[in-house]
Nanobody, 118 residues
């Protein structure tokens, strides 16, 4: 059974930091690109950061220099280190695993809430 379970969300003051974790099971984690998306109320889900199976990363312009995505293939974990948080970072954050071969394999977690507020 495929599972992606996010953790680490919470309430933080502007300028603070959080580290999100996503624990994967039920698929060959090392073969998958892993991403973090977020969705704020009334807005579309957007890509925040991604890391390929080979370790290459890319980021949304809005988080470059503040967020860092990383992965531990041995532990089947992907992380999102979020620094210098802003109120506009408030959203539900989702973990995604994707692999495209003959078809697309696409898995989602349930999300973890991040709220940045004083």
């Amino acid at each position: 059974q495929v599972q992606l379970v996010e953790s680490g969300g919470g309430l933080v003051q502007p300028g603070g930091s959080l580290r999100l974790s996503c624990a994967a099971s039920g698929f060959t984690f090392s073969n998958y690109a892993m991403s973090w998306y977020r969705q704020a109320p009334g807005k579309q889900r957007e890509l925040v950061a991604a890391i390929t199976s080979g370790g290459s990363t890319n980021y949304a312009d809005s988080v470059k220099g503040r967020f860092t995505v990383s992965r531990d293939n041995g532990k089947k974990l992907v992380y999102l280190q979020m620094n210098s948080l802003k109120p506009e970072d408030t959203a539900m954050y989702y973990c995604n695993g994707r692999m495209i071969i003959s078809r697309t394999f696409d898995y989602w977690g349930q999300g973890t809430q991040v709220t940045v507020s004083s």
